[in-house]
């Protein structure tokens, strides 16, 4: 990847990135936006008592639909491996679907299948975070995330059905909250990469 000269909007390659024609940075408030509804969704979900099952469902399926606009979003900018991002993004939005369908039974199936959904969504936070390490200094978070997850997958493996809904819960709430404060620490990054242009 090409390094900036802020002073002068330039690459190490001697191209004028204003001169480009589309400045992807300009849209940094985009990622500041979806990180604050990410959060105001870790803190609904954190603060349910009782909440309904279908309500549950319908977040999960919320959240996986904006992960996988998201993931779209990245593919189109992307300058390599854009189809990575673009299948990661089907994924996430083939399951945001299945939860509208029927949330009730998305949940009882998410609570069954908890192991899996860690490991899938564990594995894909490592493959991120070694793809963005070149131009995310916190590209180690995202890295030590998808560990964390993967080790509760084998954890949570074993569990009766009641933890794991339990578990999903606070999976889906914490979730939410690191992907919103990842999204707007990047805001602030690309904040600042595109004053610097």
Avoid at 139 to 146: E, I
Avoid at 148 to 163: C, P, S
Wanted: charged share 10%; proline share 2%.
């Amino acid at each position: 990847m090409a390094s900036t000269t802020p002073e002068y909007g330039m690459t190490a390659e001697g191209v004028d990135v204003r001169e480009a024609g589309f400045d992807p940075t300009g849209f940094w408030w985009l990622y500041l936006a979806v990180g604050m509804a990410w959060i105001a969704a870790s803190l609904v979900i954190l603060q349910f008592d009782q909440a309904s099952v279908k309500t549950i469902g319908i977040i999960v399926g919320i959240m996986f639909i904006g992960a996988g606009v998201q993931q779209f979003v990245l593919a189109a900018i992307a300058d390599s491996l854009r189809w990575l991002w673009a299948i990661f993004g089907a994924l996430f939005f083939i399951a945001g679907i299945i939860c509208f369908a029927n949330p009730e039974d998305t949940f009882r199936g998410l609570a069954d299948i908890l192991g899996f959904l860690f490991m899938t969504v564990g594995v894909w936070w490592a493959i991120r975070a070694f793809l963005m390490k070149a131009v995310d200094p916190l590209w180690w978070v995202g890295l030590a995330g998808g560990i964390i997850l993967m080790i509760m997958a084998f954890w949570t493996a074993g569990q009766f059905f009641f933890e794991k809904a339990y578990t999903l819960l606070i999976f889906a709430g914490i979730w939410a909250l690191m992907q919103g404060i990842t999204d707007i620490v990047r805001a602030f990054q690309v904040r600042a990469i595109h004053k610097a242009l």
